[in-house]
Nanobody, 124 residues
Framework: QVQLVESGGGLVQAGGSLRLSCAASGFAFGDYCMGWFRQVPGKEREFVAAISWSGADTYFGSPVKGRFTASRDNDKNMVYLQMNNLAPEDTAVYFC?????????????????WGQGTQVTVSS
């Protein structure tokens, strides 16, 4: 049974930091690109970050570039999103996702598995 379980969301003041974690199980984690997306009610899901199977390559959406970093631990089947200098516009539900492939996947329809999401709220 495939599971992606996000944690680490919460309420933070603008300028603060949060670290999201995603625990994966039920599939060959090392064969998958892992991604982070976010969504605000009434808006489309937005790409945040992707990290390749080895962790050597990452890519970030323009709104978060320079503020967010991604990492993974293939021994623990975990992926992380470190979010620094948070702003109110970062408020959203954040999802982790798994896409089969060794490279970077930027498009959400290409991700096979999704977590349930974790709420991040940034107050001004």
């Amino acid at each position: 049974q495939v599971q992606l379980v996000e944690s680490g969301g919460g309420l933070v003041q603008a300028g603060g930091s949060l670290r999201l974690s995603c625990a994966a199980s039920g599939f060959a984690f090392g064969d998958y690109c892992m991604g982070w997306f976010r969504q605000v009610p009434g808006k489309e899901r937005e790409f945040v970050a992707a990290i390749s199977w080895s962790g050597a390559d990452t890519y970030f959406g323009s709104p978060v570039k320079g503020r967010f970093t991604a990492s993974r631990d293939n021994d623990k089947n975990m992926v992380y999103l470190q979010m620094n200098n948070l702003a109110p516009e970062d408020t959203a539900v954040y999802f982790c996702a798994a896409g089969l492939g060794k490279g970077l996947i930027l498009s959400h329809p290409l991700y096979r598995y999704w977590g349930q999401g974790t709420q991040v709220t940034v107050s001004s």
